[in-house]
């Protein structure tokens, strides 16, 4: 009898644990230390061959029984646990979609690009072509092919930087007018074109010289071409630029590949004319330098000056920048200072 009991109670004592056990390493030793093959479970059984023939089916059932019911116990408890541990992962792992997301520190393209770029698409919505120059290039071109012979007095005012004798740093975006012209089929089309890029002179940097700054050429030529069409073009452009009812001025001057040339003003955008500091108190603000095409330019690059006409301009968008958002030291845009660049984000 004495094994019975003891099998009743290892059921019951066993079945306790089971219901305490509180993880599956717990349960797993449980089930080694009944079940296992040192497990007491085991142990009662061993104690089988000194009964009675009689009494060993009456407790062999009950041991298959008390087997069969731990058995069971253990595997309730473990898919129970198991469960519990899966909910539990799943709450700790759950994502908060509502949660703000890691900003990205987008870049942004250079105040410089953005003026240029916004004066590009007021060109090529005018069907002009964007022609792109060397900025290496030959004293022939930058100088001799735009009306400046070796000894013209007006290349002291863009003296720059020689690479050999005849190859320099290009000082304005001029020479991009001959290179186009002398390629270019006047009988199939006529020319339209803007070139902007970076330029050279050899001046000493302050708040309104830089030694590289940038310009943008443009150039038509056609029959017929007036200065009444170069001022409409502007108009276009400077309306655009600093605003609708901006008025402009064109005044008398000179550059030896135009003739005649002209400075082109515009009514100041801060007083509309009344007279303030970034006009200073004249009204008018002065802008960009332009003119007719001068006929030995257009000769030298091969065009018949008495059939073709055109205008031609250069503008400097280092100063349209300046002029635009209030800027009041070129050098700004070339110190790659993170804070100054930042203040001309490109709203995404
Ligand atoms: N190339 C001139 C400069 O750098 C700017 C200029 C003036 C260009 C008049 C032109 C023009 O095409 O017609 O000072």
Redo the contacts with the bound molecule.
């Keep these: 009898m004495e094994i019975k009991e003891t099998l009743e109670s290892l059921k019951s004592t066993t079945l306790v644990k089971i219901e305490q056990a509180t993880t599956l390493d717990e349960l797993n030793t449980i089930r080694v230390s009944t079940l296992g093959k040192k497990g007491s479970m085991t142990e009662v059984l061993r104690g089988m061959k000194d009964l009675s023939p009689e009494m060993r089916p009456v407790v062999g059932s009950l041991a298959n029984e008390v087997r069969d019911t731990l058995t069971e116990a253990l595997e309730a408890k473990k898919e129970m646990l198991e469960t519990k541990a899966m909910n539990e992962a799943l709450l700790n792992e759950t994502i908060d979609v509502t949660l703000p997301g890691k900003e990205l520190n987008n870049g942004t393209p250079h105040i410089l690009t953005q003026v240029m770029e916004e004066i590009e698409d007021v060109f090529l919505g005018l069907g002009y072509e964007i022609i792109e120059g060397y900025e290496v290039e030959k004293d022939y071109y930058n100088f001799e092919r735009?009306n400046l012979p070796k000894d013209h007095p007006a290349r002291d005012m863009?003296d720059t930087f020689y690479i050999t004798e005849d190859m320099l740093l290009r000082?304005?975006?001029?020479p991009v007018?001959a290179r186009t012209m002398e390629k270019h089929d006047f009988t199939k089309a006529p020319l339209r074109m803007i070139s902007p890029g970076k330029?050279y002179r050899r001046d000493s940097d302050d708040a309104t010289h830089s030694h590289q700054f940038h310009?943008i050429?443009?150039?038509v030529i056609d029959e017929n071409i007036t200065m009444a069409d170069l001022k409409g073009t502007l108009e276009v452009l400077l309306k655009k630029l600093f605003g609708e009812d901006r008025k402009l001025r064109l005044r008398p001057s000179y550059?030896p590949?135009?003739e005649p040339?002209v400075e082109v003003d515009i009514s100041c955008f801060k007083c509309g004319g009344k007279g303030c500091n970034v006009c200073k108190h004249t009204g008018w603000i002065e802008i960009?330098?332009?003119?007719i095409?001068h006929p030995s330019v257009l000769e030298m690059s091969g065009v018949d000056s008495e059939k073709y006409s055109g205008?031609?301009?250069?503008l400097g968008p280092d100063r349209v920048a300046m002029l635009k958002y209030g800027v009041n030291d070129i050098r700004n845009f070339y110190q790659n200072d993170i804070r100054f660049l930042e203040q001309f984000k490109v709203k995404g």
């Design positions: 735009m863009q000082t304005h975006t001029s007018q330029v310009q050429e443009g150039l550059f590949f135009t040339s960009l330098g332009a003119g095409v205008f031609a301009f250069g």
